[in-house]
């Protein structure tokens, strides 16, 4: 639970690998924030506490979870939040299915996520649940625009340390493919709305035969507001994704899909659905009925597919023998055989896509060895930025770390902005007809006709939080006299509005001659050449491209996008202190499960926390807050430069160790300052002590690993369990409390 007690900074309690290293890294922050008199409180975000909260009337008062994600919503709109925020799950449907099942095991009354919903009663369970799914907490979090970019320190160690990079071959036959028509980039229709038709709006579905049905009412548009539709054609998704099944196997590589199934919760397990489908187009056609009978949903993935048909051996041949025909598959894990297709939460395109470009193109196929891959992105939205990174790559080879620059990034996000199909206006086309907008004065704002089975959707983008990402990019550029692109596209509709928004702010502001306004395409090749070239970009982008950007560029510059420093200055006067990427998070739990040794690196945490306590120094006028901050960035510098971060192979040191060499060196900078003696003199002995305990702790750290451990559940672990595995040693916890 939340602690109840008024916090200066909070620390999210998230999923996974973030969570588990906040285990041993939590209790060193509240000790050396103790001395300087900060108390650190924390808010449970994670999915299951937004399961728990979500069903309180099933739970008894001792399992009764609070609605910590509503009320760190409320408090980011406040001048005095300082929060601290972990990568948490952007939950999938086999995910979310997969924690309610463990919840229900530990005891917890949860009701069954309803796939097929037919009762009213079952309608409204699956939409308690739906409001909790995929990417729900960041459009209730953040209530400011994005400013990510690569930490001094870890942009330097980079360049002094740098990692391996994949070698590009000019005959590669990576490609990427996406649909030349009928997607979401070609459909899309935007409009910015006037004071007449701002209020309530509803989306209705008008059938062949006139028959109207309301999918969403009172849906609230205010003015100025971009409102923007579009939809992905079913019939022609299922073509093309045919068309490169069979262009994948006439080329001898690998069919690989990339899609975002977490966050844009209803559209992509959708088209990964269909990738399911077309790939095992000849069983689906001859045991479709029996299949359905077992449950078989193609959007859970092949997995799914195959553990509900597994006892069927008629189903299992033809499986086999299709798979047989098939192209080789980017695989998951090879050892294991999980391919590309088994769960759409494994393949993340913003993840997936820049570790492959940074292994030269390669992925790996179910031979265990890497290869040249097709990657099918079946949007043009965004495919692009890939496809032009490959052509870069092929033509002049793999960016060097030591010399290349950087690609900032300023990212339109507050107030919901643009959320990409990870909303309620996003619908599987029931039957041919029309989906329009329907706006408070009658207007039909946007009209399109579909067809039975096609995703239309919805996204906006308020004019407050526009004029605010377009200011603060502004001064962005004005701080660091870089070159600025916004990357928006003028031939596409929403991009076309927010265009007419730029234009103007630039020109009121006189620094039109210092932005370039480029399609994604153009500001992929411009950003490259700039920072190949040794020199910084800023690239300005929507919430997407955000996304998918403060991956592909850390990763390639950095080798990672954990490290990555991402603050979002909250409109109302806050702060939100972002700690990096957590695509790999799984694979980390696995390996701590199997041998105790977590791999899972917290710079995006020091760097997050030193940033959060330098604001709360400016904000608050506390000097100690600032001392703290300063020093936290002293052995940020410390780990990076010793190489004190986590190996990734067992019996070496993991992230625990990491943890420990923080606390030293933050100790030993507090107490070597002299902004401070009371914090000098409180620091001096935990300093020595940590010195002269070095190696009885790294002892204890490393005797626990190559053995497995329970934790007492994956997505609602045993607290006390997870605390006894991730502080291991005795010395340590003495010192550090």
Same mark, same amino acid.
């Given at each position: 639970?939340?602690?109840?007690?008024?916090?200066?900074?909070?620390?999210?309690?998230?999923?996974?690998?973030?969570?588990?290293?906040?285990?041993?890294?939590?209790?060193?922050?509240?000790?050396?924030?103790?001395?300087?008199?900060?108390?650190?409180?924390?808010?449970?975000?994670?999915?299951?506490?937004?399961?728990?909260?979500?069903?309180?009337?099933?739970?008894?008062?001792?399992?009764?979870?609070?609605?910590?994600?509503?009320?760190?919503?409320?408090?980011?709109?406040?001048?005095?939040?300082?929060?601290?925020?972990?990568?948490?799950?952007?939950?999938?449907?086999?995910?979310?299915?997969?924690?309610?099942?463990?919840?229900?095991?530990?005891?917890?009354?949860?009701?069954?996520?309803?796939?097929?919903?037919?009762?009213?009663?079952?309608?409204?369970?699956?939409?308690?649940?739906?409001?909790?799914?995929?990417?729900?907490?960041?459009?209730?979090?953040?209530?400011?625009?994005?400013?990510?970019?690569?930490?001094?320190?870890?942009?330097?160690?980079?360049?002094?340390?740098?990692?391996?990079?994949?070698?590009?071959?000019?005959?590669?036959?990576?490609?990427?493919?996406?649909?030349?028509?009928?997607?979401?980039?070609?459909?899309?229709?935007?409009?910015?709305?006037?004071?007449?038709?701002?209020?309530?709006?509803?989306?209705?579905?008008?059938?062949?035969?006139?028959?109207?049905?309301?999918?969403?009412?009172?849906?609230?548009?205010?003015?100025?507001?971009?409102?923007?539709?579009?939809?992905?054609?079913?019939?022609?998704?299922?073509?093309?994704?045919?068309?490169?099944?069979?262009?994948?196997?006439?080329?001898?590589?690998?069919?690989?899909?990339?899609?975002?199934?977490?966050?844009?919760?209803?559209?992509?397990?959708?088209?990964?659905?269909?990738?399911?489908?077309?790939?095992?187009?000849?069983?689906?056609?001859?045991?479709?009925?029996?299949?359905?009978?077992?449950?078989?949903?193609?959007?859970?993935?092949?997995?799914?597919?195959?553990?509900?048909?597994?006892? %069927?051996?008629?189903? $299992? !041949?033809?499986?086999?023998?299709?798979?047989?025909?098939? +192209?080789?598959? *980017?695989? /998951?894990?090879? #050892?294991?055989?999980?391919?590309?297709?088994?769960?759409?939460?494994?393949?993340?395109?913003?993840?997936?896509?820049?570790?492959?470009?940074?292994?030269?193109?390669?992925?790996?196929?179910?031979?265990?060895?890497?290869?040249?891959?097709?990657?099918?992105?079946?949007?043009?939205?965004?495919?692009?930025?890939?496809?032009?990174?490959?052509?870069?790559?092929?033509?002049?080879?793999?960016?060097?770390?030591?010399?290349?620059?950087?690609?900032? %990034?300023?990212?339109? $996000? !507050?107030?919901?902005?643009?959320?990409?199909?990870?909303? +309620?206006?996003? *619908?599987? /086309?029931?039957? #041919?007809?029309?989906?329009?907008?329907?706006?408070?004065?009658?207007?039909?704002?946007?009209?399109?006709?579909?067809?039975?089975?096609?995703?239309?959707?919805?996204?906006?983008?308020?004019?407050?939080?526009?004029?605010?990402?377009?200011?603060?990019?502004?001064?962005?550029?004005?701080?660091?006299?870089?070159?600025?692109?916004?990357?928006?596209?003028?031939?596409?509709?929403?991009?076309?509005?927010?265009?007419?928004?730029?234009?103007?702010?630039?020109?009121?502001?006189?620094?039109?001659?210092?932005?370039?306004?480029?399609?994604?395409?153009?500001?992929?090749?411009?950003?490259?050449?700039?920072?190949?070239?040794?020199?910084?970009?800023?690239?300005?982008?929507?919430?997407?491209?955000?996304?998918?950007?403060?991956?592909?560029?850390?990763?390639?510059?950095?080798?990672?996008?954990?490290?990555?420093?991402?603050?979002?200055?909250?409109?109302?006067?806050?702060?939100?202190?972002?700690?990096?990427?957590?695509?790999?998070?799984?694979?980390?739990?696995?390996?701590?499960?199997?041998?105790?040794?977590?791999?899972?690196?917290?710079?995006?945490?020091?760097?997050?926390?030193?940033?959060?306590?330098?604001?709360?120094?400016?904000?608050?006028?506390?000097?100690?807050?600032?001392?703290?901050?300063?020093?936290?960035?002293?052995?940020?510098?410390?780990?990076?430069?010793?190489?004190?971060?986590?190996?990734?192979?067992?019996?070496?040191?993991?992230?625990?160790?990491?943890?420990?060499?923080?606390?030293?060196?933050?100790?030993?900078?507090?107490?070597?300052?002299?902004?401070?003696?009371?914090?000098?003199?409180?620091?001096?002995?935990?300093?020595?002590?940590?010195?002269?305990?070095?190696?009885?702790?790294?002892?204890?750290?490393?005797?626990?690993?190559?053995?497995?451990?329970?934790?007492?559940?994956?997505?609602?672990?045993?607290?006390?369990?997870?605390?006894?595995?991730?502080?291991?040693?005795?010395?340590?916890?003495?010192?550090?409390?």
């Amino acid at each position: 639970m939340a602690d109840s007690s008024k916090p200066d900074i909070l620390y999210t309690i998230v999923d996974e690998a973030p969570e588990l290293a906040s285990a041993s890294l939590l209790p060193i922050i509240r000790t050396f924030a103790g001395a300087a008199g900060i108390n650190v409180g924390t808010k449970d975000i994670s999915l299951a506490a937004r399961i728990l909260a979500t069903f309180p009337e099933k739970l008894t008062e001792a399992q009764r979870q609070s609605n910590d994600l509503a009320e760190l919503g409320e408090l980011v709109k406040s001048p005095d939040a300082n929060v601290i925020k972990l990568p948490n799950i952007s939950a999938s449907v086999p995910q979310l299915t997969a924690a309610v099942k463990e919840l229900q095991a530990q005891g917890y009354d949860i009701p069954d996520y309803p796939e097929t919903p037919t009762t009213d009663a079952e309608k409204a369970v699956r939409a308690r649940f739906d409001a909790i799914k995929g990417s729900a907490v960041n459009p209730v979090l953040r209530e400011g625009n994005s400013d990510r970019r690569a930490a001094k320190a870890v942009k330097s160690y980079a360049q002094n340390n740098p990692h391996r990079m994949g070698a590009w071959a000019s005959d590669s036959k990576t490609h990427v493919s996406s649909m030349s028509g009928n997607d979401f980039y070609s459909n899309e229709v935007a409009a910015t709305l006037t004071a007449d038709q701002a209020g309530p709006a509803k989306i209705e579905f008008v059938g062949k035969d006139g028959t109207t049905t309301v999918l969403k009412d009172n849906w609230p548009l205010i003015e100025g507001e971009v409102v923007d539709a579009t939809f992905m054609s079913a019939k022609a998704l299922d073509a093309f994704l045919t068309d490169q099944i069979e262009a994948t196997k006439k080329d001898g590589i690998l069919f690989s899909i990339h899609l975002k199934a977490t966050m844009m919760k209803v559209s992509d397990p959708i088209i990964f659905g269909h990738a399911v489908k077309a790939w095992l187009a000849p069983v689906f056609e001859k045991f479709g009925d029996e299949m359905a009978a077992l449950g078989v949903n193609p959007n859970s993935g092949l997995g799914d597919v195959l553990e509900r048909v597994k006892g %069927n051996a008629e189903i $299992m !041949a033809a499986i086999e023998a299709c798979t047989a025909e098939r +192209p080789a598959m *980017f695989m /998951v894990n090879s #050892d294991k055989g999980i391919t590309n297709l088994h769960v759409p939460s494994d393949v993340i395109i913003d993840a997936s896509m820049p570790a492959l470009i940074r292994a030269g193109g390669k992925g790996w196929g179910p031979d265990g060895k890497e290869g040249d891959s097709n990657c099918v992105i079946p949007d043009d939205c965004y495919a692009p930025i890939y496809d032009e990174a490959i052509n870069f790559f092929k033509a002049n080879g793999a960016l060097n770390p030591t010399t290349v620059g950087t690609v900032q %990034n300023v990212g339109l $996000m !507050a107030q919901k902005a643009e959320e990409y199909g990870s909303h +309620p206006t996003t *619908f599987e /086309v029931p039957a #041919d007809g029309t989906i329009r907008i329907v706006l408070a004065n009658g207007d039909v704002l946007h009209a399109l006709d579909v067809e039975a089975g096609d995703i239309w959707r919805a996204s906006t983008a308020k004019k407050a939080p526009i004029e605010n990402w377009i200011q603060l990019a502004i001064d962005r550029q004005r701080l660091t006299g870089v070159q600025a692109i916004f990357w928006l596209d003028e031939n596409r509709g929403h991009d076309a509005e927010v265009i007419k928004y730029v234009k103007a702010a630039l020109d009121a502001a006189g620094v039109a001659d210092k932005f370039a306004i480029m399609a994604p395409r153009e500001a992929t090749r411009a950003s490259l050449e700039t920072i190949t070239a040794g020199k910084d970009s800023i690239a300005i982008t929507g919430n997407v491209l955000r996304d998918y950007l403060t991956d592909l560029f850390p990763i390639l510059e950095l080798g990672t996008s954990a490290k990555m420093l991402s603050i979002v200055k909250l409109m109302n006067g806050g702060g939100m202190f972002e700690t990096g990427a957590g695509g790999s998070a799984p694979k980390h739990v696995q390996q701590l499960l199997e041998e105790n040794h977590l791999r899972w690196d917290s710079t995006g945490e020091f760097c997050a926390l030193s940033e959060s306590l330098n604001f709360l120094a400016d904000v608050r006028g506390n000097a100690k807050a600032a001392v703290l901050g300063a020093a936290a960035e002293v052995a940020t510098q410390g780990i990076l430069d010793q190489g004190r971060s986590p190996s990734r192979k067992v019996g070496e040191p993991d992230n625990r160790a990491s943890h420990y060499w923080f606390a030293r060196y933050w100790a030993e900078a507090l107490a070597a300052q002299q902004d401070d003696a009371d914090l000098a003199a409180h620091f001096k002995p935990i300093a020595e002590a940590l010195a002269a305990k070095e190696t009885e702790i790294l002892d204890q750290l490393a005797a626990v690993q190559g053995k497995p451990v329970d934790l007492g559940g994956y997505y609602h672990a045993d607290r006390a369990r997870t605390a006894e595995v991730m502080r291991p040693s005795a010395a340590l916890n003495a010192i550090i409390g």
